[in-house]
């Protein structure tokens, strides 16, 4: 699976929009990109994914520049209980395996 | 979304003791589940792919005598830590693979294990 690299930690105003970013240059065209984010002892939780396309669902919007080799979560109206790890990961959806391996993430503070 | 639960959230044994923690899927089948470890501050580690049906594969690294793993049905998998350690101390959590559509990840809450 590609290498993703993203900051290590941002902060962000409750009420504003977080924008988090990720590079992942050596992506391949069948890799997908995935976000999770884990908040402090709970299990990580499943937020986004898209292949080329920008996506968006109830929880952020995924937007992934045209050549693929970054992309940006965006949380448009930040709230405290987003604050968490957020997990930027690229790989290949396989019929069977589809392993994620986890890089160090983004701590994303929202401050009230 | 799909719902993955663990068992137990915390578990606190003696050393040279076995811990058994359970996950399971409970509204959708799970050929493929995944086994993590997590420490203090840390990234999540994958420690191996349990398949229904079929022995686990572990990554490099990680001791399939230590660290036992059946995947007796589609619905549960049980990792077994075996002869625990106060090292084996850690944050375990498991995910199941969503079948249809691009196969996404859901994750457990998490079994926090605490070797004395």
Redesign the interface.
């Known amino acids: 699976d590609a290498k993703t690299t993203q900051p290590p930690s941002m902060d962000c105003a409750e009420g504003r929009a977080a924008n988090l970013p990720c590079n992942h240059s050596t992506i391949s065209g069948n890799e997908y990109v995935y976000w999770y984010r884990q908040i402090h002892s709970q299990g990580p939780q499943y937020i986004i994914h898209g292949l080329k396309n920008n996506e968006t669902n109830e929880m952020a919007s995924l937007i992934i520049t045209e050549d693929r080799k970054s992309s940006t979560l965006i949380l448009p109206h930040a709230t405290l209980r987003d604050t968490a790890v957020y997990y930027c990961i690229v790989r290949v959806v396989e019929t069977s395996g589809s392993r994620l391996t986890f890089g160090e993430g983004t701590q994303l503070t929202v401050n009230p | 979304?799909a719902v993955?639960s663990?068992h137990p959230s915390r578990v606190i044994c003696k050393s040279g003791t076995s811990v058994k923690i359970e996950c399971r899927s409970l509204d959708f089948q799970a050929?493929?589940m995944?086994w993590?470890r997590q420490f203090p501050k840390k990234?999540?580690?994958?420690m191996a792919?349990s398949?229904e049906g079929s022995k686990a594969t572990y990554e490099q690294g990680v001791e399939k005598d230590k660290f036992l793993i059946n995947h007796a049905s589609l619905t549960l998998s049980t990792l077994t830590v075996t002869s625990a350690h106060p090292e084996d101390s850690s944050?375990y959590?498991c995910?199941a693979?969503l079948i249809s559509g691009?196969?996404?990840?859901?994750?457990?809450?998490?079994s926090?294990l605490t070797v004395l």
């Open positions: 979304g993955v663990q050929t493929t995944f993590y990234s999540l580690m994958l792919t398949n944050f959590i995910s693979r691009t196969g996404e990840l859901f994750f457990g809450e998490g926090r």
